[in-house]
């Protein structure tokens, strides 16, 4: 946390990395033609760190047993890319950048834009019942659709939408980026978990190093709106000056204290793991020192 | 066909609307709280015909065994809300009534009209894995997502905004019809089925009878923008004007002859099943006599 230079990623990141985009242009060759596949791809196969879906092969690498997770981990990505299309929108964030280049809308219009992210939450649930035996599904259907439903993602951001240019407290705020970021991330934590064949124990010490992590993942990025640039970030900065955000309410130095205070706790929850999770804390060290 | 006024409802839907409807209040209080569960419930449980759910309890009914149809059937009603939301958004349509009422974007503001359809897609997979055997869940997954997905709602709508003042073919204008319309009826029906343990026979049976019978469903649409008032249609009239209809094709005359040869077509479908499928012939009579 003291370098000023981002970290380099985790040398295992770039093999997941791979595996995952390579997962996700096989999902997209399946999802039909035409213009709204081609704004489903943009946002989906735009370079990205893929955080959330390396969470999800982390998980099942700890639960023992990797060799089902990746579908798993690019629907992950998948939804989380609809929900990027949809902050995006000119009636939500009306950000012009997104993973470096034009924001879906800004791209192919808002219209196909609102169609693609439609399309990207749909995938995410064909792709998880045309790959995994059906039990299986039907637990990772309902896990997805909790972390984007009425606690989640959805939540999240109408009460996000709602905060801006109002003044709300650490505990609304907490809440808007637990549901924001912290539900999707431990859904895809428990994803991993669950594909492995992971008991009640490892999935609920997986989900609550997640949720932890996903919170400190959104203070960094909250900070990087204030220190970045958008060729560092690829999106555009100074964004959030009309939001609350954890950096408006603890300072520069608080947040980044505050981010450091989540990821101890993030890896307290891998306690019981041992050497074995030191991957997952090596995830834990590179998204608290991401810096611009 | 040449009785001016529109039929009765035939004498079973309106029990059938009664139990979709519990079912649909029954998903919409699982669903949590705040403006986005406010926005999807103002359009999902506004009077509606739930033309698709009764072809779904009805599809169910000939199969033999409709005790477990009734999830499916709102799945299906909870599918079409959202996609109606979509269509009425100012980047789309612009239409300002809907259902009897203001549409939802004009009621709750974009963002959270849009967050309201995203939400109710995502719900109706999630009653689906929560309902279902998970055998039943995937394959109803599935068929759902299609009907949604690149060949289905999606793939149509957006087709439809590429062809708004623009020439198109019949081909192309039949082809986003199936796509926006009969896709889900197709769907509905099948879903009815499957609930019942329906065989491969019974389900193709159906599907088309239900492909053909969304197809007039969706002329008799464009009859009624052309011949009704917003009173009797719940929606705005005459919006059609920059859009190649059925009935700028062939005229109200034409497009009346149509619907009327494809429910035909549609019934032709049910031979084989006698006097145990009367009660979708008279489904199919409902839908092509609706008039303003």
Known sequence: MTSPASPALPAFFTQYQTEVGAELRRLMDRAGGGPVREAMRYTLLAPSKQVRAV??????DLAGNRGRALTAAAA?????????????????????????????????????????????????FAAIARTYDPPLASRLTTLLADAVGSDGLIAGQVEDLLSTDRDI???TLERIHRRKTGALFSAAATAGALTAGAGPDTI???AAYAKNLGLAFQIVDDLLDVTG??????????ADAKKTTFVSFSGVDGARELAGELCQTADAALAPFGRHA??????????????A
């Open 55 to 60: 969470l999800t092969l982390l998980a099942a």
């Open 76 to 124: 992950v990505e998948v939804v989380h890319a609809a929900s990027l299309i949809l902050d995006d929108l000119p009636s939500m964030d009306d950000a012009p950048l997104r993973r470096g280049q034009p924001s879906n809308h800004r791209r192919f219009g808002e219209a196909t834009a609102i169609l693609a992210a439609f399309g990207l939450l749909n995938e995410a």
């Open 169 to 171: 407290g650490f505990e």
């Open 204 to 206: 609920a010490a997986l």
């Open 229 to 238: 640039s958008p060729e560092e970030t690829g999106k555009a900065v100074r």
């Open 278 to 291: 030191d991957r997952l804390r090596e995830l834990s060290a590179f998204v608290v020192a991401r810096r």
